[in-house]
Nanobody
Framework: VQLQASGGGLVQAGGSLRLSCVAS????????LAWFRQAPGKEREFVAS????????YYADSVKGRFTISRDNAKNTVYLQMDGLKPEDTAIYYC??????????????????WGQGTLVTVSS
């Protein structure tokens, strides 16, 4: 599946952004979906994921209670609503897909399909 992420930008601390990721193909509902992020000089890290069928969600501790992942299978789109943004949330955000995958899969290497990334900058 091909993924196209959008919605990044510059926001002040405490603000909100909503990222979107649109997928091509007709088997979108067969994919577990996730958002990862990579800050300058750091490794890519898991942010949030959502299951294929019942939309079970899972979050990194660092974003729990502030970020919300959701999906619309009719629109082939996964979202990441980010509230209460902090300067440490500054990173390039990537959406990823795993065919028949688990919502609890946090490892970067297990996701074969990736979007191009969208930059989120949070100023203090």
């Amino acid at each position: 599946v091909q993924l196209q992420a959008s919605g990044g930008g510059l926001v002040q601390a405490g603000g909100s952004l909503r990222l979107s990721c649109v997928a091509s193909g007709r088997t979108f509902s067969s994919y577990a979906l996730a958002w990862f992020r990579q800050a300058p000089g750091k490794e890519r890290e898991f942010v949030a994921s959502i299951s294929r069928i019942d939309s079970t969600t899972y979050y990194a501790d660092s974003v729990k209670g502030r970020f919300t992942i959701s999906r619309d299978n009719a629109k082939n789109t996964v979202y990441l609503q980010m509230d209460g943004l902090k300067p440490e949330d500054t990173a390039i955000y990537y959406c990823a897909a795993q065919l028949y995958g688990s919502v609890y899969e946090l490892r970067v290497a297990k996701y074969k399909d990736w979007g191009q990334g969208t930059l989120v900058t949070v100023s203090s």
